[in-house]
């Protein structure tokens, strides 16, 4: 813990805003027939108040599985295996204090320690998300309007009576379906939930809400549709706002749209954004900080500047090496070589995991780099007073070395032994048979 009594990792002093979420050492593990697969390897990130924090990497890095963590939706067979997500909410915190001490700090709560049913009650309400592809995450035989309209009615049910509603809500089961359906005095949304569906659907730009709001998901275009899981993710007026690839599959113009709207919006309510991406050009349109993702870890984090302008970690500046220059188009784009790892546990060795791709891997990249404070130089020894730009890397620490650097073949030696292996093995299988 910090000395001020606020969850280690504060960092107010480096900044006027205040931290709304503060994760911290958050892993995430799929057990797999095949093996265990780190997805997440124990990440750390802040996100303050009115800010957006981008989360960028190649696909396969961990970014969605990190997000989906943070509000504990990681599907069987993964599971969430250790790390803290403090939610700083002043009110939560005197709610559960008595019931569940070690889970408040001052006006924070690690989420991963209340029970349950207080989790799921925070989903909507503090904290929402914009899934990748929105054709798949409406329902297609409900109406649009209906479907915003009982995102609304849920939130407004849970803050009339908070204690009481959370489970009930939650069991709203076939017989009430039916019973709402058939008997119109008995239906679970109500006239005000659904005109604030409405109201949500002009709020993010759907031209004719009304008549909209009465068409299914499939008369919707794709950026329409995006538009109305904006307007379902309103419902709750949520803190916090998790965009997972909120423009995956839509043209450019389309895209520019989104991304407006989405600024409007935080400028009109004061949302807190996760904007998870490959995209680095959508990184640079919308985030104040940001942290570059690979192989489950956060490899770099700082300000945009701090990331784009003097990028210390080989994969950040591979990443930024790809982007073609629009004043200087004439220099080829140099490509990251190989590819993200597997990630499973089996394969994964203890050291940087990017060495294998990088060409500035020397012999102390064999060993697993802690995270540098790049203005300092000096590895982080706590969580509680980080510097504001980071890197996982020792190059942040010291200048490259020619003399110490790996040979090209290094991490192929091992390879190429393999199809002799392997094909001593299938000898020996087919002696047996």
């Known amino acids: 813990m910090a000395e001020d009594g606020a969850p280690a990792g504060s960092r107010d002093e480096h900044s006027d805003a205040r931290d709304l979420l503060r994760v911290r050492d958050l892993s995430t593990r799929f057990f797999t027939e095949e093996g265990q697969v780190n997805a997440v390897e124990s990440v750390d990130f802040d996100v303050r108040d009115g800010e957006v924090f981008g989360i960028v990497g190649e696909s396969g890095s961990g970014k969605s599985v990190t997000a989906l963590s943070v509000i504990d939706l990681v599907d069987s067979p993964g599971r969430i295996t250790s790390g803290e997500v403090w939610y700083r909410n002043a009110d939560l915190a005197e709610e559960i204090r008595d019931e569940n001490p070690e889970a408040v700090d001052g006006d924070f709560v690690d989420v991963r320690r209340v ?7 925070l989903r909507g309400s503090s904290f929402s998300t914009i899934f990748q592809d929105p054709m798949s995450s409406f329902n297609p035989s409900l109406t649009v309007g209906e479907q915003i309209a009982e995102a609304v009615e849920v939130q407004r049910r849970a803050r009339a009576n908070p204690r009481s509603t959370r489970s009930r809500t939650q069991g709203f089961g076939l017989t009430d379906v039916l019973t709402s359906t058939l008997v119109p005095s008995k239906r679970y949304v109500s006239e005000e939930s659904r005109a604030r569906a409405i109201e949500l659907l002009e709020q993010v730009g759907i031209p004719d809400p009304a008549d909209r709001a009465e068409e299914y998901p499939h008369q919707f275009s794709g950026g329409m549709l995006q538009r109305a899981m904006i307007a379902q993710a309103l419902a709750g007026e949520p803190d916090l706002l998790i965009a997972d690839e909120p423009t995956t599959a839509l043209d450019v113009t389309i895209q520019a749209q989104i991304l407006d709207l989405l600024r ?19 990184i640079a349109r ?8 690979y192989a489950g870890e956060i490899v770099e984090r700082g300000t945009l500047s701090d990331v784009f302008d003097d990028p210390v970690h080989p994969y950040t500046q591979g990443l930024l090496g790809s982007i073609p220059d629009l004043d200087d188009p004439a220099p080829r784009l140099q ?16 050291r940087c995991y990017f060495a294998d791709r990088c060409p500035y891997a020397m012999e102390e990249c064999l060993n697993h780099p802690p995270e540098f404070d790049v203005a300092t130089g000096e590895p982080q020894a706590s969580k509680t007073d980080p510097g504001e730009h980071g890197a996982r890397c020792v190059l942040a620490d010291h200048e490259y070395d020619p ?31």
């Open 286 to 293: 919308m985030c104040d900080r940001v942290g570059v993702m």
């Open 403 to 433: 003399s110490r650097a790996l040979p090209d073949d290094y991490f192929e030696v091992g390879s190429e032994d393999e199809p002799e292996n392997a094909e001593a093995a299938e000898t020996e299988v087919s002696t047996d048979d």
């Open 264 to 282: 409007d919006l935080q400028d009109e309510t004061g949302l807190s954004i996760v904007m998870i991406t490959h995209n680095l050009g959508v």
């Open 335 to 350: 490509p990251i070589e190989g590819n993200v790892p597997d990630l499973y546990d089996s394969e994964m060795e203890d």
């Open 115 to 121: 029970p349950d049913d207080v989790r799921r009650a």
